[in-house]
């Protein structure tokens, strides 16, 4: 459109790092989504909303892999959407009853991000999410897909991991 390219600057999302945060304890949170959990279990979570480009599915054929190789691991979803149903039925249907837990809205999102161990992101189509910025904020390990401005906040296998959109191994 004939704009001059010295000109032209990308900005990221961002968030303040320095703001004082007073999350909820792990325990407290999870009781008060209703998550069961147990000592010593593994909590990935992932906060969302539960529509098509956001591809849960592939997050739950990749949990059914991983809790072969890890029994401890669990997942939760904060979020809601159009999808939720058909989600749960999946979940249901392949055998993560147990497993993976449907939260729905989340108004405390520090808190969420504090009782999770491992944060995630499976979308196929992004920008730059707040949901990776904010997982970081809280120190939590993060896998993501290869979407947007993804490979700008992770160095794959350095500071997290990436993989391509719809790959569930």
């Given amino acids: 459109r004939g704009f001059p390219a010295d000109r032209i600057y990308t900005l990221y999302n961002g968030i303040d790092f320095t703001t004082p945060i007073h999350p ?3 325990e407290e949170f999870l009781k008060s989504v209703g998550m069961e959990w147990e000592e010593g279990d593994v909590i990935a979570g992932i906060a969302v909303r539960l529509s ?3 591809d849960v599915p592939t997050l739950l054929k990749a949990m059914q892999i991983a809790c072969r190789e890890n029994p ?8 809601d959407g159009e999808d939720r149903q058909k989600l749960e039925a999946m979940t249901r249907d392949l055998g ?3 497993k993976v837990h449907f939260a729905g809205w989340i108004n405390d999102i ?5 009782a999770i161990d491992i944060n995630l992101l499976t979308s196929i189509s992004e920008t730059f999410p707040y949901s990776l910025t ?4 809280m120190h939590r390990a993060t896998i993501a897909s290869r979407v947007g401005g993804v490979p ?3 160095d794959d296998g350095v500071n997290g991991l990436i993989f391509e959109p719809g790959d569930e191994k």
């Fill in 152 to 154: 700008v906040l992770i």
């Fill in 24 to 26: 909820a304890p792990k």
């Fill in 72 to 79: 401890r691991l669990k997942l939760l979803i904060g979020g």
């Fill in 52 to 54: 098509p480009v956001k």
């Fill in 134 to 137: 904010e997982g970081t904020r």
């Fill in 110 to 114: 520090n808190s969420f991000y504090h």
């Fill in 96 to 98: 993560l009853a147990g």
